[in-house]
């Protein structure tokens, strides 16, 4: 039932607007530079007038959103951290003192912290729960979770970027805590990117090269006791997903189907977008790259998305970071489609 409704509002999601593309790029073209000059500006002024059908949408009301699950696989030694340290970094969300929470009121950008599946009782007015179970199971031994919750973390994350759609967020970061996720991204990488377990295992929160290769040895564990069906997204997702991944896959794909930008952050974020497209191609296009996370996966992940990232800063650290800094560069994309003088307007010759 859940999952027939899942695919009726993937279906809603549309092609971007051909129209307001070309009309976008010819204006792009009138004004006071060489063509081309302004490099991916221009592109990502286009896209985002396809995406919103405007010239230059107003993305002034924007979002974060930082899904926080645990992870079952911890158990199994792949993190440089404690898993308690989930529950932990979302109070401190909550309480605005984390890296993201920083760069988000740099970027104008508002946090929406929601606990997707954090294995603790958590209490806060401005937490946002959507939760089906208290983390994964460790997907080293079985699956991580039902195909009921990650369809229901699916809906769930749709659910609220339609919501925050609705009231008038154009644009979204997507953000994600959990500590153990790089595994899990990994073992998606592997399954829905066809990357080796080597390709897509990195240091995450910081272990060192035999660690990874422990992890390594996790993560084909997790593969071949489960055996997720690559043609079948729902089903890898539920044996060797996330709780908060399957949640964000879902905000990439309402944030599609609303006609609002979305920019995807690191690895875990370029995770759960792997998921998205392989559930809805189409939602491909309704995505902006942002930054490359040292993660060594990440480089391959977003070649197989088609992404480019904006920024290479050397980080690593999820929460929307990096996603929430690439806002400035899209909200420079579109002042250049609202502000520049063109041509004929500034009195400038061409040929
Ligand atoms: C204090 C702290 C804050 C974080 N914020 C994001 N992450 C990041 O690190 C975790 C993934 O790495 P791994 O798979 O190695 O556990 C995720 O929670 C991710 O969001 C953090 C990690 C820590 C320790
Ligand atoms: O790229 C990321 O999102 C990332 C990398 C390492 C640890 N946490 C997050």
Redesign the pocket.
Known sequence: MSEQKLMSLIASIGELDAAAMAAAEQHVNSLTKPPGSLGRLEGIAIQAAGITGELAADVSKRAVIVMAGD?GV?EEG????PAE??P??VMNFLAGG??VNVLARGAGADVFCVDMGVNADLEHAELITCKTRKGTANMAREAAMSRDDATAALLGGFDLAARLAADGYRMFAT?????????A?AALCAVLGGMTADEAVG?????NEERRLHKVEVVKRALSCNRPDAADPIDTLAKVGGLEIAGLAGVILGAAANRSIVVVDGF?SSAAALVAVSLAPQAAAYMIGSHLSQEQGHAMLLRKLGLSPMIQLDMR???GTGAVLAFHFVDAAVAVMREMATFESAGVSRE
Do not use: K, P, R, Y
């Open positions: 992870h911890c792949v993190s440089a951290f340290v989930t932990q970094m984390a890296a953000g994600d805590m959990g500590i153990g996720n790089t595994t991204s240091l995450g929160t910081g272990i875990i650290l999820g929460e």
